[in-house]
């Protein structure tokens, strides 16, 4: 049994107010994967890179426990690369360059020793891809969780239904769950978008945390209120990688843990935002993230004897 | 011991997707005066209204049991008029009219059976008005709790300063709270406004809930998730209201209450947006209060073993 996660590895270069880096090590799948760790193991994944992503950079998952069986290198060739600048707020960015290389004929595999897979976690990528991945599994997991973004929206909405139909839980920001549904307020957008395939829909809304519709039920998630939101990149594949982490470690799909999924998802993500790249999720340890989900805890519970 | 509320007692028109209202009873002393009613008894008002408002309207407050010794009625001058649009997103209005009217030249008068002030509430007003109000009270309150707003900040700046010197909690807006501290992340604005008076700061986010700072802890309430919001006029006072009649109900300042009291500011202000103008808020009881009490609860209480 094992959790497995595709997505992206890739090169980043990013600009935030508070400095610029070279090309950095980025991508779903390493954000999930590296967040996925802290709470569940053996981490599988499906991805490509070039040849020159080199193995100190690979190295970063592998030290981490992750399995790279998944992980087609090839030669000669370049690896994705995306670049982007922050604007001041930290909630909006452009992309400045998008170089698919490798991944414009992303052919993804899957090792035999993947097939115990019970736990996958579709990262953001192209949905065509996402499809051949769950053609090519031969057993259904036990639960898909999706994220994806607005671009796929635009380009490939008849695959990604297709997705949508054979996953459990969506996670996606508010606009998209907005432009997806084709309704304003988030309630009714939820309510559609959960007649569309997946059983649970996660909203983020970033500083403003998540929302978590299902089962009949509503949940809120806080973001943890930060003095400095260093580098968004990846944040949001934390919080993924975090969430299934948590829901493989505990192995039971109910509503209570999918909440508590949530709250760990978001732990991880502020964690993620700390540092530029993946570095602040390359050093984390269990007090810190015990501490966080104290601070999670202290955050939002209260008590009304009314 | 008694409950005060200073604010304008106007009317409005609103326009918003839903419809349209001719002058309609509004103000921030009517909606919080109306959702402190069901939490806190006697709430005393502090305003003015033209010998246009009519009794109709008046009995509105009086058959709420608050006490309108302390709102002038000016015969043969119109009431404060505001007139507003709502976009579709419900988040954005412009405003349409403003009128001042009796508000131009208002000298609020403090009557006698008004110095039994323990919770005072200082209403969206003008920065002289709310000091004049301070001055004139024999007693300094147990808790002053200000509600203010970005005009203030933009036309009366030395004035409010001087009244946050002399309150305990403030509310305002999380565009405000940046406008007004000078610092983009909300956590360093907190810092900073808790430097100019107040021993709390409430930052209100409309439908991502409220953050409350203070005794060197934080909390994030959520704003429960609407299908449809019919019309936000009043949703901050209605907060504010609640907020302070949940503390005057208890008595007792603790970062503790506070929460809680956060809590039924939102659960009131969750009930003022359903209708149109003060028409929810005139027939709420306490069993649909407890039921969204209830529903807060549900949608952020978690149980995290870790």
């Given at each position: 049994m094992s959790l497995v996660i595709i997505g992206t590895i890739a090169y980043d270069a990013i600009e935030t107010p508070f400095g610029k880096t070279d090309k950095?090590?980025?991508g779903a799948a390493t954000f999930a994967g590296l967040a996925a760790t802290y709470l569940y193991r053996p981490v599988k994944l499906i991805g490509v890179v070039g040849g020159d992503f080199?193995?100190?950079?690979?190295?970063?998952l592998k030290s981490r426990g992750i399995d790279m069986e998944g992980v087609q290198v090839k030669e000669g060739q370049k690896s994705f690369f995306w670049s982007g600048r922050y604007h001041n707020d930290m909630n909006s960015r452009d992309t400045l360059v998008t170089e698919l290389n490798v991944l414009a004929d992303f052919d993804p595999v899957i090792p035999a020793t993947y097939q115990d897979c019970e736990y996958l976690l579709l990262g953001n990528l192209t949905p065509q891809v996402q499809l051949t991945t769950l053609a090519r599994l031969q057993h259904k997991p036990k639960l898909v969780v999706l994220d994806t973004m607005n671009f796929w929206m635009d380009t490939a909405l008849d695959d990604l239904q297709k997705v949508l139909r054979q996953v459990d839980v969506l996670a996606i920001n508010d606009a998209e769950a907005r432009q997806l549904a084709g309704e304003y307020t988030l309630v009714k957008a939820a309510e559609k978008i959960l007649t569309m395939g997946p059983r649970y829909l996660i909203i983020k809304k970033g500083e403003h945390g998540a929302l978590l519709f299902?089962?009949?039920?509503?949940?809120?998630?806080?973001?943890l209120p930060l003095a400095d939101v260093f580098d968004p990149t990846g944040a949001g594949d934390s919080f993924a990688g975090g969430f299934i982490g948590y829901l493989a470690n505990v192995g039971t799909i109910t509503f209570h843990n999918m909440k508590n999924a949530v709250i760990f998802g978001s732990a991880l993500a502020s964690f993620c935002v700390e540092k530029f790249g993946t570095e602040r999720l390359q050093e984390l340890d269990q007090t810190q993230i015990r501490q966080r989900i104290a601070q999670f805890t202290a955050l939002s519970q209260f008590e009304i004897g009314y």
């Amino acid at each position: 049994m094992s959790l497995v996660i595709i997505g992206t590895i890739a090169y980043d270069a990013i600009e935030t107010p508070f400095g610029k880096t070279d090309k950095i090590v980025g991508g779903a799948a390493t954000f999930a994967g590296l967040a996925a760790t802290y709470l569940y193991r053996p981490v599988k994944l499906i991805g490509v890179v070039g040849g020159d992503f080199g193995d100190e950079n690979l190295n970063i998952l592998k030290s981490r426990g992750i399995d790279m069986e998944g992980v087609q290198v090839k030669e000669g060739q370049k690896s994705f690369f995306w670049s982007g600048r922050y604007h001041n707020d930290m909630n909006s960015r452009d992309t400045l360059v998008t170089e698919l290389n490798v991944l414009a004929d992303f052919d993804p595999v899957i090792p035999a020793t993947y097939q115990d897979c019970e736990y996958l976690l579709l990262g953001n990528l192209t949905p065509q891809v996402q499809l051949t991945t769950l053609a090519r599994l031969q057993h259904k997991p036990k639960l898909v969780v999706l994220d994806t973004m607005n671009f796929w929206m635009d380009t490939a909405l008849d695959d990604l239904q297709k997705v949508l139909r054979q996953v459990d839980v969506l996670a996606i920001n508010d606009a998209e769950a907005r432009q997806l549904a084709g309704e304003y307020t988030l309630v009714k957008a939820a309510e559609k978008i959960l007649t569309m395939g997946p059983r649970y829909l996660i909203i983020k809304k970033g500083e403003h945390g998540a929302l978590l519709f299902g089962d009949g039920q509503v949940f809120s998630a806080p973001a943890l209120p930060l003095a400095d939101v260093f580098d968004p990149t990846g944040a949001g594949d934390s919080f993924a990688g975090g969430f299934i982490g948590y829901l493989a470690n505990v192995g039971t799909i109910t509503f209570h843990n999918m909440k508590n999924a949530v709250i760990f998802g978001s732990a991880l993500a502020s964690f993620c935002v700390e540092k530029f790249g993946t570095e602040r999720l390359q050093e984390l340890d269990q007090t810190q993230i015990r501490q966080r989900i104290a601070q999670f805890t202290a955050l939002s519970q209260f008590e009304i004897g009314y």
